[in-house]
């Protein structure tokens, strides 16, 4: 939210006219010069800001604000730890790719209205250099699986688990599918964004904009940092969907 407030009041800075009001001036200047610091406040040792996936984003503001970051920032150590990141294979939803893809062609959404199409170029598709390997005989891996909602005033309180064995490599939605076909009490509904599927309902008990409430997944009692369409759970590994407030 930062990262994207900063692009956002960098580009109203630029367009303020020469010779219009001072104030009004200060006023943005000051406003970035906040948001820049909450920024630059999460930049780690290892060059990641925030978590892997808000870095692309905080790469694209700390890069063309006129504000200085608080803390010193090393673009090529962000850089370097993004690489490494995306060759292990983190960066395969679109939307991260289309988060962190401007940062490492030196561009940020700011360029997009100098971005020219030229008609008749034809990109051609890259094939992958080595083909993905099928799982064949893919051993089973065990989830243990809870559902959770102690907010009262939404319905049924519950907290139920199950164990679901799935093949491994699976995603957690698969687990999510198994449950459901098992115990009714843990099915669920998804809705598509820009970033995938969400799980917007687990047993009836339905997200709310108006509320603020969703499913939060976690690993343990760490929040996950993908959806249920990517993340791999590992053998043994307790995961929780626990219905709260943002
Ligand atoms: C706001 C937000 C939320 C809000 C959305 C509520 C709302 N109605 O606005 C809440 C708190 C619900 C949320 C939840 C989650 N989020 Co979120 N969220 C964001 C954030 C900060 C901004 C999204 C936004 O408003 N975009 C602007 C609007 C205009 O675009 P939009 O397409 O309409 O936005 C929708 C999608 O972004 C979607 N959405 C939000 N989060 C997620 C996560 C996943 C996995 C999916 C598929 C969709 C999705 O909700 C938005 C509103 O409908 C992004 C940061 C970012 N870099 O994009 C993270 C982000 C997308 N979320 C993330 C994650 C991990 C989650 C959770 C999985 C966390 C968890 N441990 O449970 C959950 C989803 C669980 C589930 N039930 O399936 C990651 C995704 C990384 C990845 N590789 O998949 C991001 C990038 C944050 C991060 N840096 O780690 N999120």
């Given at each position: 939210t930062g990262a994207m407030a900063t692009l956002a009041l960098t580009c109203m800075y630029n367009k303020i006219p020469e010779g219009s009001d001072e104030g009004f001036k200060i006023l943005f200047s000051e406003v970035l010069q906040e948001v820049v610091k909450n920024v630059s406040m999460r930049i780690k040792d290892n060059g990641i800001i925030g978590d892997i996936y808000s870095t692309g984003l905080a790469m694209q503001a700390l890069s063309v604000t006129p504000k200085q970051p608080n803390k010193e920032w090393k673009c090529q150590k962000t850089m370097d730890t993004i690489l490494q990141e995306i060759e292990q294979g983190k960066f395969h939803n679109p939307m991260s790719i289309a988060q962190i893809l401007p940062s490492l062609k030196g561009k940020t959404y700011l360029d997009v209205p100098h971005v020219s199409c030229s008609p008749g170029v034809q990109v051609q598709p890259t094939l992958p250099t080595q083909p993905s390997p099928v799982p064949t005989t893919a051993s089973n891996i065990t989830i243990i699986y809870t559902i959770n909602n102690q907010l009262r005033g939404v319905g049924l309180l519950f907290n139920e688990t199950m164990e679901i064995s799935v093949k491994?490599?699976?995603?957690l939605l698969v687990v999510l599918e198994e449950a459901q076909r098992r115990n009714p009490t843990f099915k669920f509904e998804t809705t598509m964004t820009s970033w995938g599927l969400v799980v917007s309902s687990i047993n009836d008990i339905t997200e709310s904009v108006h509320e603020r409430t969703y499913w939060q997944f976690l690993s343990g009692k760490t929040p996950l940092n993908e959806g249920v369409a990517d993340y791999k759970p590992a053998d043994h590994e307790h995961i929780t969907a626990n219905f709260t407030k943002y």
């Open positions: 491994s490599g699976s995603v």
